[in-house]
DNA sequence: TGAACTCTGTTAATTAATAAACAATTTTCT
DNA sequence: AGAAAATTGTTTATTAATTAACAGAGTTCA
């Protein structure tokens, strides 16, 4: 076990949700014991690597036996924060709004959608899977009355930002943020942007760099 | 220049995106010059880096003067592939799927949607902006007589790896895939899976860090 | 025009990330 | 029970990524 908890790096934490992930579809197929050389072979990063990622949270397996794959499950889930809940909400109701809204596995996880926003009068009033689209002009006394911790910000680019600022500024923790802008925040909120387009356009350099090889 | 044309790491690919991006906002603003200094402080990475990153595909710049914003936005579109169309198809018309079809921002940098697909009869026949959602069945077909080269997965991710192992079949050359699924794929086939639950499990484990101070 | 200044491209130095190695411990099997 | 095999946690080595440094080329402006 890790006794020094020095900093844990970005490329450590990024990796943790693929361990969750992969080590659930071990407990649905009834695998309940795993080594690192296994789980290596399955998930494609190194054996040492897995090994030392693990390590920096503690000392989860047993020498010659491996990990226990329900206990490790948790204690990932324990590190990754899914074991509360987080009130959120959407901001933008709009194509994609929704589809996050519909989508019920992040739900399941923890993150409860409470209410969404939109400023066109033609959608507020409208729900979604039980949950309401409220007046943008709410927003603030919602957060607040609400406890709400998590922003989902799904609004046109040009207005990214300055949403974000109204979240802060509500008292929010952390923003979820899907339009193509480089949300800033100050340091005590967590920020995640997802950009679409630089995974779509990474596919396009790829796609051409197998037709014009270099090598 | 780099004489030697060696491989480029993903580590850059992956910025190459957001350069992309910050360009085009300098271009809408009429900003038609500027230093790797200026653009590292817009976009957050260090001068050096962003002069090491381009410098990977030529010398762009100019001493003394810095770099014309038009020109290097346009070769970083043509490394990035983005000066053609691509045929594309959605696989699965559910709520991602229409939503990423609703969107004209894809579709305007030359990812044209010629068609959906879905299982469900009561989607086959439907239409999102124009593009018809088909039978899953004539997947195959529709692919080869149109030679689509990027599949758009959003089918439950129990269906994943048997779509995008159709779609190779038939001939396509790319997938972005949203489900979450390691989708595994040939060498001569580019694969960018998203993976929306890690980018929010990310999220949470950031909150969470800052509640619980470790240093 | 020319001196002072700017800024790139590129190499060198540093830091970070990944992989390998291995002692220590536990399991497995006879 | 005891030897052989397996597997971790951790240290060390290696590779990759980032940052710094700076010569040389080009710009700016009096
Ligand atoms: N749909 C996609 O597939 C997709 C993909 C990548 C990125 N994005 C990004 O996600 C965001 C949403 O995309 P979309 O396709 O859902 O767009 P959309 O136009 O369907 O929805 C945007 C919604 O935001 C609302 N809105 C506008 N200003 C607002 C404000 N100030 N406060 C509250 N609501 C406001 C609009 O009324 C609209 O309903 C955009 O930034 C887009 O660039 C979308
Ligand atoms: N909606 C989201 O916000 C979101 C977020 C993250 C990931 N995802 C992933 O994206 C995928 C789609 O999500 P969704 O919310 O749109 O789900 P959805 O259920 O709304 O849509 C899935 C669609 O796929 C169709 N389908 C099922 N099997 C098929 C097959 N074999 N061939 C063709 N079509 C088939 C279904 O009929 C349905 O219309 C899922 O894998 C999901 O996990 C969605």
Redesign the pocket.
Known sequence: ??RTSQKV????IRRLPKYYRYLENLLNKEIYR?????LSRIIG?????I??D??CFG?????????NVEELYKEIGKILGLVREYKSVIIGAGNLGQAIANYSDFQRKGFKLKAMFDINPKLIGLKIRDVEILDVDNLEDFIKENDIEVGIICVPFSKAQETADRLIAAGIKGIWNFAPFDIKVPDNIVIENVHLSESLFTLSYLLNEYNNPED
Request: cysteine-free; hydrophobic content about 30%; proline content about 0%.
């Open positions: 076990m890790q790096s970005m490329a450590v795993i080594s690192s050389k296994e990063f190194t054996a040492s690597q090994r030392q693990l390590n000392g989860f397996g047993q020498q010659g036996y491996g990990y």
